[in-house]
C-alpha cells in the first residue's frame, strides 16, 4: 500500500509560478514511476507528466511541455510539479499516482495509488 498526499496548491494569477509536493509513505516509494494527472470540472482526469522511479526519464503533455518540471526526491520520498508560466487553463484539482507501468505512464489505469488532490486555480 502506498499513501500519497499532495499540497502546494492555491490560487494564483496567470503567469505566476506554483510547485506542487506529493508526499508517499508505506511501501518502497523509489521502485514506483509516479505521475501528475489533473481534472478541471466536467472534464476526464487527463495526464499532465510524469517521472520514472529512478528520475532517469520524465514524459510531459503536450499543453504543459516548457512550462512544467516534474522532479523527485527517492530520499524524502516526494515527487515535485514545478508549474512556471500559469495559464487559466491550467485550473484543475491536481492529483499525483504510484504506479509500476512505465510504457502506459500516460494512462490513468497505469496506476493503482492515487492522493485525493490538491486544486490550483489560475485567474486571468
Known amino acids: 500500500q502506498v499513501h500519497l498526499v499532495e499540497s502546494g496548491g492555491g490560487l494564483v494569477r496567470a503567469g505566476a509560478s506554483l510547485r506542487l509536493s506529493c508526499a508517499a509513505s508505506?511501501?518502497?516509494?523509489?521502485?514506483?514511476?509516479m505521475g501528475w494527472f489533473r481534472q478541471a470540472p466536467g472534464k476526464e482526469r487527463e495526464f499532465v507528466a510524469a517521472?520514472?522511479?529512478?528520475?532517469?526519464?520524465?514524459d510531459y503533455a503536450d499543453s504543459v511541455k516548457g512550462r512544467f518540471t516534474i522532479s523527485r526526491d527517492n530520499a524524502k520520498n516526494t515527487v515535485y510539479l514545478q508549474m512556471n508560466s500559469l495559464k487559466p487553463e491550467d485550473t484543475a484539482v491536481y492529483c499525483c499516482?504510484?504506479?509500476?507501468?512505465?510504457?502506459?505512464?500516460?494512462?490513468?489505469?497505469?496506476?493503482?495509488?492515487w492522493g485525493q488532490g490538491t486544486q490550483v486555480t489560475v485567474s486571468s
Open positions: 499516482a504510484a504506479g509500476v507501468n512505465w510504457r502506459m505512464g500516460r494512462q490513468v489505469n497505469a496506476y493503482g495509488y
Open positions: 517521472i520514472r522511479w529512478g528520475g532517469g526519464s520524465t
Open positions: 508505506g511501501r518502497t516509494f523509489s521502485g514506483y514511476h
